[in-house]
């Protein structure tokens, strides 16, 4: 009754170095973040596309109708600018491997047991599968929620069929020990 949240991510390889930061893949990214926000159960998605909105908002002094993608030409002032005032910057680190190849897109999904949870990443990979098509991507749920969903089923799942085999065994062995049925 205290209810909680786990952590979920969504990986993302573009299967072609430098392929995160194509326009095409941040808007896939961008349209598959306004998808997760009609999930009740799941908290504000971040990604590299947020970032990347963040930036190009600093960059016209917080004006919130910049808050968008920065174009290819912006894309690159942005991502140096980031890159020369942090160093390696955080976000990059966090969101994107060194190649530029992979991306995540870090959640929060509300503790709402096994059974929602697994129609909940039933219809998350749908959604996947629909924005990042498998031939162009590889995109996957992740995170320690699932890991935690998943390993709760199987040991159920795995208690009651030992239980039923101890039951059935046993009974055998009775019957046999004892030479009647009853």
Do not use: C
């Amino acid at each position: 009754h205290v209810g909680g949240v786990m952590p979920l991510e969504v990986s993302i390889d573009t299967k072609k170095p430098g392929g995160v930061l194509k326009t095409a893949t941040l808007k896939r990214i961008e349209d598959f973040q306004s998808r997760l926000d009609e999930y009740t159960e799941l908290s504000k998605s971040l990604s590299v596309a947020d970032g990347l909105k963040f930036a190009r908002q600093a960059y016209f002094n917080g004006d919130e109708s910049q808050y968008k993608l920065p174009g290819r030409q912006e894309q690159a002032f942005i991502l140096s600018a980031i890159e020369e005032k942090a160093g390696n910057s955080l976000l990059l680190k966090m969101l994107i491997d060194s190649t530029r190849q992979k991306t995540r897109i870090n959640m929060r999904v509300a503790d709402i047991g096994v059974t929602r949870m697994m129609t909940l990443q039933d219809n998350l990979q749908k959604d996947l599968d629909h924005f990042f098509p498998a031939g162009e991507y590889r995109a996957i749920l992740t995170g320690s929620s699932l890991t935690f969903t998943l390993g709760t089923h199987y040991l159920v799942r795995n208690l009651f069929v030992s239980l039923g085999l101890a039951i059935f065994l046993i009974s055998l062995f009775m019957a046999w020990m004892f030479s009647s049925s009853r």
